[in-house]
């Protein structure tokens, strides 16, 4: 059976991934701040919910040593927030911390982990607002620099561990009707999900670093 880590996985998209592949017969190991209020996701058949806060390098080696040896086939680094929307630098810095700095350093916790896998992957819940080529309006201004250097980092790690097996990829989700994009967004959680399960099953390692969407169009980043 195929084991999956899903971050934030207590709402949102994180909720449907988790959904998604339980229904497809996957281990699947979800994760939420707090795991105790987590209604919805302890609800679904097959999933282990265990506690993590993306922001606490304490929280990130607990959970690592819990999970210990274990393979992991598919790593979802999905959980993350939105910032301010007007200049705080403590709140800018937090951002980075949850959205930059959390992902990396549990990918760096769990690599072996998921290199014990035969097709080991780590992909990471970007935002085509990251994309500085396709910036035209220069608008979020600390949502999207937050997730250009999420980018910019998942691209360093797959360069350094090219030679490890692992296939590394950022995903863009689309604009989905969450708590975060609201309810006039185009897509709704499950054609999101089901459209970026589509694009991660077919990676192979010559799309390492690569950025999609979730139609599968690669986003210049």
Known sequence: MATIIITGANRGLGLEMAKQYAADGWNVIGTAREPEKADALNAIDAVTVLPLDAAEDASIETFAKD???????????????????????????????????GPVRLATALKDNVARSADGKMVVISSQVGSIAENDS?????YR?????????????????????LTLAMLHPGWVQTDMGGEDADLTPQESVEGMRGVIGG???DQNGKFYDYSGREIPW
């Not at 220069?138 to 600390?142: A, H, K, V």
Request: charge should be negative; aromatic fraction near 10%; glycine fraction near 8%.
């Open 67 to 101: 999970l210990g040896d274990q393979p992991v086939d598919l790593l979802i680094n999905n959980a993350g927030i939105y910032g301010p929307s007007e200049f705080d630098r403590k709140d800018w810095l937090d951002l980075f911390s949850i959205n930059v700095i």
């Open 138 to 142: 220069g608008s979020m201004i600390y």
């Open 203 to 205: 990676l192979t390692h």
């Open 145 to 165: 620099t937050s997730k250009a250097a999420v980018n910019q980092a998942w691209t360093c790690l797959a360069k350094q561990w090219q030679d490890d097996g």
